[in-house]
Nanobody, 116 residues
Framework: QVQVVESGGGLVQAGGSLRLSCTVSGSMFRFSNMGWYRQAPGKQRELVARITSGGTTNYADSVKGRFTIARGNGKNMVYLQMNNLKPGDTAAYYC??????????WGQGTQVTVSA
């Protein structure tokens, strides 16, 4: 059974940094895309950043230049380095993993709160 586990959320002041980690286990297949999404109260879930198996990345315009996504050496881990955080970044952050088969998995989410 595939499990997706996030960690690294917390409370930080505006201008601070956090690093989110995501570990995926239990799959016999390789992952194609892995990414981070976020959902603030009353808003739809939105893409934050995504990375392909080949290392191609894409980011939401609102986080470009501040956030960096990277995959771990074992390829079943993905990180999100978040710098210069703003109150508007406050949300629950979810890790997303897509297998080469097309199957998609989500983590439970980790809360990021940025105070002004």
């Amino acid at each position: 059974q595939v499990q997706v586990v996030e960690s690294g959320g917390g409370l930080v002041q505006a201008g601070g940094s956090l690093r989110l980690s995501c570990t995926v286990s239990g799959s016999m297949f390789r992952f194609s895309n892995m990414g981070w999404y976020r959902q603030a109260p009353g808003k739809q879930r939105e893409l934050v950043a995504r990375i392909t198996s080949g290392g191609t990345t894409n980011y939401a315009d609102s986080v470009k230049g501040r956030f960096t996504i990277a995959r771990g050496n074992g390829k079943n881990m993905v990180y999100l380095q978040m710098n210069n955080l703003k109150p508007g970044d406050t949300a629950a952050y979810y890790c997303n993993a897509v297998l080469v088969t097309g199957a998609e998995y989500w983590g439970q989410g980790t809360q990021v709160t940025v105070s002004a």
